[in-house]
């Protein structure tokens, strides 16, 4: 099924003249968190509801344009770009438009979800990994390497964390042990933060740690 099949039409964008208090009741009707706005035929953004509900009901759209958020998305965009523009302005709903900025509609969070859920990442059998390294020390090139060396397929790999210039890999390999590839990711200098329950290095360091407090308790 094509991106474009998921495009929903029951909501159209209300026109900027319409007064506060009829978005704060459509807002009580629905669970999504923004509404499209259109002035003079055309959309402008959304308006969210987590701003409706601190104006006067009583005043029309116009008085707050400033509040609009001008998010969308094209109707050839592909699914990947669709959920980042969701994730950036913590939306469930993103208005669609045309190459003529015509409104065609929008799109639902849950739905683009579900079809990352059908990408081999979450679908094909395999184990995940996360790992993380310094922002400049890192690339895909090289993750794939590491990966590709141990003789195991890379089914995916995204930026899932970045912070105080450190970047945290999400992995998932297809293969069930995860050994050696996590001790080459440790060779080439990355942290490994949540691996497989295989991982020899641990059960190793945990093994002595329980030896040696066995002695010290002697």
Request: net charge negative; glycine share 6%.
């Amino acid at each position: 099924m094509a991106l474009s099949d998921y495009i929903t039409n029951d909501i159209k964008p209300l026109s900027s003249t319409r007064h506060i208090g009829e978005v704060q009741k459509i807002f009580n009707q629905l669970t999504y968190s923004h509404i499209p706005i259109q002035k003079d035929g055309f959309y402008i953004g959304c308006i969210s509801e987590t701003d409706i509900y601190a104006f006067d009901s009583k005043k029309p759209i116009t008085d707050i344009l400033y509040t609009i958020e001008g998010f969308y998305t094209r109707e050839d965009a592909l699914w990947i770009d669709v959920l980042e523009i969701f994730a950036q302005n913590d939306a469930n709903i993103l208005p669609v438009l045309s190459k003529e900025n015509e409104y065609l509609g929008y799109y639902e969070l849950k739905d683009i979800i579900s079809l990352f859920k059908t990408t081999p990442f979450f679908s094909e059998n395999g184990s995940l990994l996360i790992v993380e390294k310094g922002y400049n020390d890192y690339t895909f090139s090289e993750v794939s390497q590491i990966v590709e060396s141990n003789n195991a397929k890379l089914l995916g790999l995204f930026v899932s964390k970045i912070k105080n210039d450190v970047v945290q890999l999400t992995i998932k390999v297809g293969v069930s042990g995860l050994n050696t590839i996590i001790q080459s990711f440790r060779r080439y200098g990355y942290n490994i933060i949540s691996g497989h329950e295989d991982d020899a290095y641990i059960e190793n360091l945990k093994e002595r740690s329980d030896y040696l407090n066995k002695y010290l308790n002697l």
